[in-house]
């Protein structure tokens, strides 16, 4: 079989690196997608390349930026592509036009903001095309459910990029889990420096909040851990001062917290409570792009995780104290000049993909199957979608919001 052709849809900091008309300031340089799918191809396992946008007199700049900073460190890769819309045009709806340019069988992956997740990815479906979606699929409950629908009903794989859940760290956690007993209690925190907000401005505090950026990051890896349990109530509670003074709009929150009661499937009377942390306020000068850690305990035991600093850090003169993460993307050729991050828990995410695609195509695997393999189905993630939007509900609101599970169909109260 032929190999994958892929649309990249968003042509920003987490595709191509490239923020802003330059290089992008944080642990993404030359980004994770484009990088990840370029070498890919150079493998064999994807076909065609293309990418879309809303302004096409990006490209050529965006063009420039990979062939300096991919091509010419990484033995001539290939970093050709197909580009929507045209360089001289500014279109919001070029998605369209791009996904039509494909056939079905042929797949996406969506990085862009919040807000435009669900219509890419519910017009991708309809025309029988496969969907990688970065985190968080949707902001609703009610939309998660019906991409799940319009899945099935189109036989195509839908795939949530929870990429932590490759961590080799957090994956041999998750293992480990299994074997303490009942879930009773999860604490995490993740943070990102102020920069973030500059890079973000167009939609931070407006059409999205730090907690379904980060913290989803966490909750689904809570998820992941704990199949016999189901979230019940979500209590959330936000900071406000920092984001407002550096520009954003006046409900943008600093740091969100989420409280959620946990209850067992099989005994209510078993419960567990959950508390995340996000924050897109943090210094500008920590050493580190993303604070990330855990704590998991269980009726026989407990796990701590801090993927912060890890063992790894560089002193420059002028940045200071660094900790590194090359277990997410590995940036260093190999001996020959070749691109050698195959073992960042980011590109695997993105094999794991191609791979369950190409299975499904050649009638290897059956949707069913990748639900059960643990992979970040739509499935497999409706839970931490239950508890992103009820956070926001509950800040909007300012109070509790029950979440409602009955015969596989989830509702919020």
Same mark, same amino acid.
């Given at each position: 079989?032929?190999?994958?052709?892929?649309?990249?849809?968003?042509?920003?900091?987490?595709?191509?690196?490239?923020?802003?008309?330059?290089?992008?300031?944080?642990?993404?340089?030359?980004?994770?997608?484009?990088?990840?799918?370029?070498?890919?191809?150079?493998?064999?396992?994807?076909?065609?390349?293309?990418? @879309?946008?809303?302004?096409?007199?990006?490209?050529?700049?965006?063009?420039?930026?990979?062939?300096? &900073?991919?091509?010419?460190?990484?033995?001539?890769?290939?970093?050709?592509?197909?580009?929507?819309?045209?360089?001289?045009?500014?279109?919001?709806?070029?998605?369209?036009? #791009?996904?039509?340019?494909?056939?079905?069988?042929?797949?996406?992956?969506?990085?862009?903001?919040?807000?435009?997740?669900?219509?890419?990815?519910?017009?991708?479906?309809?025309?029988?095309?496969?969907?990688?979606?970065?985190?968080?699929?949707?902001?609703?409950?009610?939309?998660?459910?019906?991409?799940?629908?319009? #899945?099935?009903?189109?036989?195509?794989?839908?795939?949530?990029?929870?990429?932590?859940?490759?961590?080799?760290?957090?994956?041999?956690?998750?293992?480990? #889990?299994?074997?303490?007993?009942?879930?009773?209690?999860?604490?995490?925190?993740?943070?990102?420096?102020? !920069?973030?907000? =500059?890079?973000?401005?167009?939609?931070?505090?407006?059409?999205?909040?730090?907690?379904?950026?980060?913290?989803?990051?966490?909750?689904?890896? &809570?998820?992941?851990?704990?199949?016999?349990?189901?979230? @019940?109530?979500?209590?959330?509670?936000? !900071?406000?001062?920092?984001?407002?003074?550096?520009?954003?709009?006046?409900?943008? =929150?600093?740091?969100?917290?989420?409280?959620?009661?946990?209850?067992?499937?099989?005994?209510?009377?078993?419960?567990?409570?959950?508390?995340?942390?996000?924050?897109?306020?943090?210094?500008?000068?920590?050493?580190?792009?993303?604070?990330?850690?855990?704590?998991?305990?269980?009726?026989?035991?407990?796990?701590?995780?801090?993927?912060?600093?890890?063992?790894?850090?560089?002193?420059?003169?002028?940045?200071?104290?660094?900790?590194?993460?090359?277990?997410?993307?590995?940036?260093?050729?190999?001996?020959?000049?070749?691109?050698?991050?195959?073992?960042?828990?980011?590109?695997?995410?993105?094999?794991?993909? @191609?791979?369950?695609?190409?299975?499904?195509?050649?009638?290897?695997?059956?949707?069913?199957?990748?639900?059960?393999?643990?992979?970040?189905?739509?499935?497999?993630?409706?839970?931490?979608?239950?508890?992103?939007?009820?956070?926001?509900?509950?800040?909007?609101?300012?109070?509790?919001?029950?979440?409602?599970?009955?015969?596989?169909?989830?509702?919020?109260?």
């Amino acid at each position: 079989m032929a190999p994958l052709n892929v649309l990249m849809v968003g042509t920003g900091e987490y595709t191509t690196g490239f923020v802003g008309g330059g290089m992008s300031g944080s642990d993404k340089k030359v980004g994770v997608v484009g990088l990840t799918l370029f070498d890919l191809r150079r493998r064999g396992k994807v076909g065609k390349l293309s990418m @879309v946008g809303t302004s096409g007199n990006k490209f050529p700049a965006i063009r420039d930026h990979l062939h300096k &900073n991919i091509t010419q460190a990484y033995n001539g890769l290939d970093t050709s592509f197909d580009s929507f819309p045209a360089d001289d045009k500014r279109d919001a709806d070029a998605y369209k036009t #791009a996904i039509d340019a494909l056939s079905p069988g042929d797949a996406i992956t969506i990085f862009t903001p919040d807000t435009t997740h669900y219509p890419i990815a519910l017009y991708a479906i309809e025309r029988k095309i496969h969907v990688l979606v970065t985190k968080p699929a949707v902001q609703l409950l009610e939309h998660h459910q019906k991409l799940q629908d319009a #899945a099935r009903k189109n036989g195509v794989f839908v795939f949530v990029e929870h990429h932590k859940r490759f961590d080799p760290a957090y994956a041999d956690a998750r293992f480990r #889990a299994q074997k303490l007993g009942d879930f009773n209690y999860f604490y995490s925190y993740m943070s990102q420096p102020k !920069s973030q907000l =500059e890079t973000f401005k167009a939609w931070a505090g407006k059409d999205s909040d730090i907690s379904y950026y980060l913290n989803s990051h966490h909750i689904d890896i &809570n998820e992941s851990m704990v199949p016999d349990f189901k979230p @019940v109530r979500v209590t959330a509670s936000g !900071s406000k001062g920092i984001a407002t003074d550096l520009g954003c709009v006046d409900k943008t =929150e600093d740091t969100i917290t989420l409280l959620v009661d946990w209850v067992k499937k099989t005994d209510p009377s078993k419960r567990a409570t959950g508390v995340y942390t996000a924050s897109w306020t943090a210094p500008q000068k920590a050493g580190v792009h993303s604070n990330q850690y855990f704590h998991y305990m269980a009726a026989k035991g407990e796990v701590r995780v801090n993927q912060a600093k890890r063992g790894y850090d560089v002193t420059e003169d002028e940045a200071g104290l660094v900790w590194f993460n090359p277990f997410y993307m590995k940036y260093a050729p190999d001996d020959e000049g070749n691109f050698n991050g195959q073992t960042g828990y980011g590109y695997i995410s993105f094999e794991k993909f @191609v791979d369950a695609v190409t299975a499904l195509k050649e009638g290897r695997v059956t949707l069913d199957d990748l639900d059960k393999r643990g992979l970040p189905t739509l499935k497999n993630t409706i839970a931490t979608g239950a508890i992103l939007e009820a956070g926001r509900r509950s800040l909007d609101e300012q109070r509790p919001i029950d979440i409602v599970e009955e015969n596989d169909v989830w509702s919020l109260k």
